[in-house]
């Protein structure tokens, strides 16, 4: 009992001696990086324009080319190594040369502003991973409707009222998370997430006229048309290090990820359900369907986006309109008969829909 009571007091003593201090050490550290945030609002380059002006929060309709502030943010461990003291003095590279021309920040503005991007790492709603989240929340639910329904009958003692109000909440969450989920299946068209590195389709694809096969050869030889590795970048970015627009910023990430030996994480943009099937080869080789009939102008995206809504009725639209070229040699052996009633002129044309092209069973199975 008497070790209990010392031992108590000791904890109390700790807690009061500790407590103020971590109080004071959060409050000095919330000064400093509300000093880096001030200035990163408000100290200009030679140009006029204030940091947050280039190093943005919202991500912007059309690409901005410049890192955002959570990408600076990103790099803070290297920061607190190395400082960052060379992207003001030392400028390496056209672009840092222009964009932080006139920039001069003293030894102190320096570690504010590093104070202020690691505050912001910090910042939760940027580490929520929401959709893991939703889930949870979505199947807590019912699991608390089931611990509602044990109560009732284990022990009854929650009043009727309250019992009906939780249950009326719990159901209230879970319509909600569907509901707002169900809509999301319909945004798919115009879907242009933003993408772990400012990748430009129109920068690779016309201004550099490489083909699209090149880069997504899974067109010509199967279902999926894939997006490349880092080895296949690192083919011209191992001497490409800068670029026109963002710098040395987004290529260091393909320079980065290629030494670690790790997988850039694009997010998906056209993504059928599983139990639909679609193949790439049998459109782009056999059916000579072009890449911009299903995909739009790919090559004058900076941001790639859905311009399909990909539905079933939109493949069958097109297997009713789009006509088979018998011409090919492969029609005219595994559709005979079809062939037959062209050369007799039966049939003046044959679409994709008259090849089983509406057959439940090519689509889904
Ligand atoms: C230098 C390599 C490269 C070239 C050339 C290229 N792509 Fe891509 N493509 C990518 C990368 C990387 C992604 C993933 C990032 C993104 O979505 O922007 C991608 C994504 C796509 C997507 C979206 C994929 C998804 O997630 O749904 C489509 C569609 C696409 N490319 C079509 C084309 C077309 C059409 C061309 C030719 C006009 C082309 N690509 C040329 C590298 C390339
Ligand atoms: C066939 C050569 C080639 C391949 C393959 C290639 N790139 Fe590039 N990339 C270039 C060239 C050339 C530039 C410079 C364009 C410029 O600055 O105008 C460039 C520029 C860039 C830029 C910076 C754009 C700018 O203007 O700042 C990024 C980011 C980039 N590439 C990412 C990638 C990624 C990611 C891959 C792999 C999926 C890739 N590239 C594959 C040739 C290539
Ligand atoms: C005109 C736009 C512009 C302004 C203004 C600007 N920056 Fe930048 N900043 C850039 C660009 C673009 C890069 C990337 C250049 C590169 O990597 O070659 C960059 C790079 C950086 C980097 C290094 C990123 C890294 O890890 O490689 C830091 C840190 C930075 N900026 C902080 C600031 C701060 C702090 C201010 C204000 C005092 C500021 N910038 C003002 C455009 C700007
Ligand atoms: C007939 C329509 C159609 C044509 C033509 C077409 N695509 Fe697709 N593409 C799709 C559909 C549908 C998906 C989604 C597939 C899925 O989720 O299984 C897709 C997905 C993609 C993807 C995402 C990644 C993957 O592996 O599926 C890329 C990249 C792509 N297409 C590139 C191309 C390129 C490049 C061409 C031209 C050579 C092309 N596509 C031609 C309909 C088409
Ligand atoms: C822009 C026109 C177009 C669109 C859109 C299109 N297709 Fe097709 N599809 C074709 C053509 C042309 C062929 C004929 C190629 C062949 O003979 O294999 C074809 C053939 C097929 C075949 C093989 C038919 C057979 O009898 O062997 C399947 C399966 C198929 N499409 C699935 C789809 C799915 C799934 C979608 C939607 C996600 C889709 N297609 C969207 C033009 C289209
Ligand atoms: C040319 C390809 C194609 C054919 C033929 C086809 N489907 Fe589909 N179907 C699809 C695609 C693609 C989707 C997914 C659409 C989406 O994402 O909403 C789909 C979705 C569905 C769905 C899910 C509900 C929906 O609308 O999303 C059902 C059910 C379905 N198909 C039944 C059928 C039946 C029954 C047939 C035969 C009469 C058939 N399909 C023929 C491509 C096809």
Not at 34 to 58: L, M, P, W
Request: hydrophobic residues 40%; neutral net charge.
């Amino acid at each position: 009992m008497a070790h209990i009571r010392k031992i108590s007091w000791m904890l109390i003593l700790l807690a009061l001696l500790w407590g103020p201090s971590m109080g004071q050490d959060k409050a000095v550290d919330s000064n400093v990086s509300r000093a880096g945030e001030k200035s990163f609002q408000s100290i200009v380059n030679a140009d006029g324009f204030t940091c947050v002006e280039c190093h943005y929060f919202d991500e912007p309709d059309s690409i901005n080319w410049n890192p955002s502030a959570m990408d600076l943010a990103g790099r803070v461990p290297i920061y607190n190594a190395e400082g960052i003291g060379v992207y003001f003095s030392d400028l390496k590279g056209a672009v840092l040369k222009k964009a932080h021309a006139g920039l001069s920040l003293s030894a102190e503005e320096q570690s504010e502003l590093i104070a202020y991007l690691n505050h912001l790492k910090a910042d939760p709603y940027l580490a929520s991973t929401p959709t893991r989240w939703r889930m949870f929340l979505f199947l807590g639910m019912f699991l608390f409707l089931i611990l509602l329904r044990v109560e009732k009958k284990r022990m009854d003692k929650l009043p009727k009222v309250a019992r009906r109000i939780l249950g009326i909440a719990a159901w209230g969450v879970i319509g909600v998370i569907l509901v707002q989920d169900a809509l999301g299946f319909n945004l798919s068209k115009n879907y242009a997430p933003v993408q772990p590195i400012k990748f430009s389709h129109l920068i690779h694809a016309t201004n550099n006229k490489i083909e699209c096969n090149y880069c997504h050869p899974g067109v010509l030889k199967g279902k999926n048309a894939g997006i490349p590795p880092v080895s296949l970048c690192m083919n011209c970015h191992r001497h490409q290090q800068e670029g026109t627009r963002t710098g040395k910023f987004e290529i260091r990430k393909v320079l980065q990820a290629a030494e670690d030996s790790v997988a850039i994480r694009w997010v998906r943009i056209h993504n059928l359900p599983d139990f639909a099937y679609f193949n790439h080869m049998q459109h782009v080789t056999i059916g000579g369907v072009e890449c911009i009939t299903c995909h739009g102008v790919v090559e004058d995206m900076h941001i790639v986006e859905q311009v399909e809504d990909l539905s079933m009725g939109w493949c069958i639209k097109c297997h009713d309109e789009t006509k088979v070229d018998f011409s090919n040699n492969y029609y005219k052996t595994y559709y005979p008969a079809l062939n037959d009633s062209l050369l007799t002129g039966r049939m003046d044309s044959i679409m994709v829909s008259d090849i089983n092209g509406r057959e439940c069973s090519i689509c889904h199975y």
